[in-house]
């Protein structure tokens, strides 16, 4: 089987809800669906969904050409091949390896995005070259993996304590947990949209932070010491962009509360470093935005060794599917509470993954199981 041809279908529209976090304001919400065709027939689907979406759409439409006549299922062969044009080689700059020049430092970011279309496509015509789902080719046993909801985000004008019933109102849906935005308002108002969310969705549900990064060490320290009485499950992303491990250390080390980190990295080699300085107890790498599947189960099976638990982020329908495979290693995968926050997949799949039960069930379909509406890709094409 030969990889015959990289199509890409970037997908944009205006937010059915504009979202604020502590890091920004969402008005547009984008996704770009990547197919890797087959000269077998079997076509794969990946996505990709971070951007600016042209210059990424443009990285794939240049890298399609390298990857042509290879074995698809040769996964770690063509991951390495692309990942090669992140750095210098010898014979790079004259092009007599056969493939372009070292990647300018500015687009890294961007053609690992790239990477994430084609290699979360490749894995999905594995499972359908095995005919079988991906959580059983990579050995997996569960067809359904615990999730939890992640919700109140913030509305411009709207009042300070609506996220206690927004939260309230995905536990009444079955979640039993869920993960409230948090960082973009002063920490007194921040520990009582805490308060307010414990008390309204009772004691026995988890309940998690994601802060986007808004504090540095002491500030942080201050906020997780005055909301921890509210039994908060983890801080993700809770210091600044630049701050490193040791940093996240220090502040492990000062508070009560668990840490959770990794969607925004790029790769494993940083992620590692979160994981081996013993700064996390939760690594919450995301495929979609960067790498690919194969990078996130690097990442995972590192996590697994180290006694960090796997807790992926975003897109579930792909990514519970390393949660079913790694087992009692893996805490759960993210959902969205509100189908307004990803409201583009909600138009183009069918199938793959269901939320029910505080669960998300897998299909045995094979690959991700996702059919796509090939209208609705049209119809939202950017």
């Known amino acids: 089987m030969r990889i015959t041809d990289i199509l890409v279908h970037p997908m944009g529209m205006a937010a059915e809800r504009v979202r604020w976090t502590a890091q920004e304001i969402t008005r547009r919400v984008e996704l770009t669906l990547v197919e890797v065709r087959t000269d077998a027939g079997i076509v794969g689907i990946g996505e990709i969904s971070s951007g600016p979406q042209p210059v990424v759409c443009k990285l794939l439409e240049d890298a399609a050409p390298l990857l042509r006549d290879m074995d698809p299922l040769a996964i770690d062969a063509v991951w390495s091949r692309l990942f090669s044009i992140t750095v210098p080689r010898p014979g790079g700059l004259g092009g007599w390896d056969g493939l372009p020049p070292p990647l300018p430092r500015n687009q890294r970011p961007q053609f690992m995005a790239a990477m994430a279309g084609i290699d979360i496509a490749l894995w999905d ?217 990803h409201p583009i997949h909600h138009r183009i799949f069918r199938g793959g993954a269901a939320h029910k039960g505080g669960r998300v069930h897998l299909s045995e379909a094979p690959g991700f199981g996702l059919e796509v509406d090939w209208q609705a890709v049209k119809a939202l094409r950017s």
């Open 125 to 341: 015509i594995a499972g359908k070259a095995a005919s079988k789902p991906v959580f059983r080719l990579l050995g997996g046993t569960r067809p359904d993996v615990h999730t939890y909801a992640v919700g109140g985000f913030y509305d411009e004008g709207g009042p300070l304590l609506a996220c206690a019933e927004e939260l309230t109102g995905y536990v009444a849906n079955g979640f039993r947990a869920v993960k409230l935005k948090s960082g973009a308002y002063s920490l007194a108002d921040e520990v009582a949209r805490a308060k307010a969310v414990r008390e309204a969705v009772g004691p026995d549900i988890q309940f998690m932070l994601d802060m986007n990064a808004p504090y540095d060490v002491d500030t942080c320290i201050r906020f997780a010491r005055e909301v921890a009485q509210h039994d908060i499950y983890w801080l993700e992303e809770p210091l600044h962009w630049y701050l490193q491990p040791p940093d996240y250390v220090a502040l492990a080390k000062a508070i009560p509360i668990p840490l959770a980190h990794g969607e925004r990295e790029w790769h494993r080699f940083t992620v590692r470093d979160f994981i081996d300085a013993g700064a996390i107890r939760f690594v919450q790498f995301d495929c979609t935005r960067f790498a690919g599947f194969s990078e996130a189960l690097r990442i995972a099976r590192h996590a697994q060794a180290k006694g960090v638990l796997i807790a992926p982020h975003s897109a579930a329908h792909i990514q519970a599917h390393i949660v079913s495979a790694f087992g009692d290693a893996a805490f759960g995968a993210e959902s969205s509470g509100d189908d307004r926050n």
